[in-house]
T-cell receptor, first 113, second 110 residues
Framework: DVKVTQSSRYLVKRTGEKVFLECVQD?????MFWYRQDPGLGLRLIYF???????EKGDIPEGYSVSREKKERFSLILESASTNQTSMYLC????????????FGPGTRLLVL | GIQVEQSPPDLILQEGANSTLRCNFS?????LQWFHQNPWGQLINLFY???GTKQNGRLSATTVATERYSLLYISSSQTTDSGVYFC????????????FGTGTLLAVQP
């Protein structure tokens, strides 16, 4: 079974703090993704990576950066957290190719005060 | 970019009832998939269905690619079917980048 884990289920941070969300997958997948989920908006892609040290912006990259130093690990960084970044963050991974399923982690609920 | 619309936005069922969820795309998509998110937030892939019909137990899905829509059928619903159902498709780029709909929130009551 594919396993995708995220470093925290719940996180509370203050405005202006630097926040790290970590995602680890154990199936040697090339592709990894970070989404945020907000009520009424579905899932929106923040960043994705198709290889180590490779990254591409998704639909809403502003205020975020990412790091992929190892194949199994993909980190999402909020350089200076703001209240409008309060959300559910979901990580996913997949093999390359159009037909491949994305496997999701359990999500991190981030509250920025 | 491609727009994905799902209907209905919310649905309440009694246990044992059947339901149909719909997903419309504004343009042709590849890699059409249906996902279920349980009440604890875990998203699981239900179907990869770019065209045709597939069945898995009480769930089945049909995609009519030429008319840019997909349907998810839930028969004899159970309380464990509760959660949010998302459809998603890729826009044809080289990477497996999915565009998600806003979801259908399903509550199955005992």
């Amino acid at each position: 079974d594919v396993k995708v884990t995220q470093s925290s289920r719940y996180l509370v941070k203050r405005t202006g703090e630097k926040v790290f969300l970590e995602c680890v997958q154990d199936m040697d997948h090339e592709n990894m993704f970070w989404y945020r989920q907000d009520p009424g908006l579905g899932l929106r892609l923040i960043y994705f990576s198709y290889d180590v040290k490779m990254k591409e912006k998704g639909d809403i990259p502003e205020g975020y950066s990412v790091s992929r130093e190892k194949k199994e690990r993909f980190s999402l960084i909020l350089e200076s957290a703001s209240t409008n970044q309060t959300s559910m963050y979901l990580c996913a991974s997949s093999l390359p190719g159009m037909r491949e399923t994305q496997y999701f982690g359990p999500g991190t609920r981030l509250l920025v005060l | 970019g491609i727009q994905v619309e799902q209907s209905p936005p919310d649905l309440i069922l009694q246990e044992g009832a059947n339901s149909t969820l719909r997903c419309n795309f504004s343009d042709s998509v590849n890699n059409l998939q249906w996902f279920h998110q349980n009440p604890w937030g875990q998203l699981i892939n239900l179907f990869y269905i770019p065209s045709g019909t597939k069945q898995n137990g009480r769930l089945s899905a049909t995609t009519v690619a030429t008319e840019r829509y997909s349907l998810l059928y839930i028969s004899s619903s159970q309380t464990t079917d509760s959660g949010v159902y998302f459809c998603a498709g890729a826009d044809g780029g080289a990477t497996n980048k999915l565009i998600f709909g806003t979801g259908t929130l399903l509550a199955v009551q005992p």
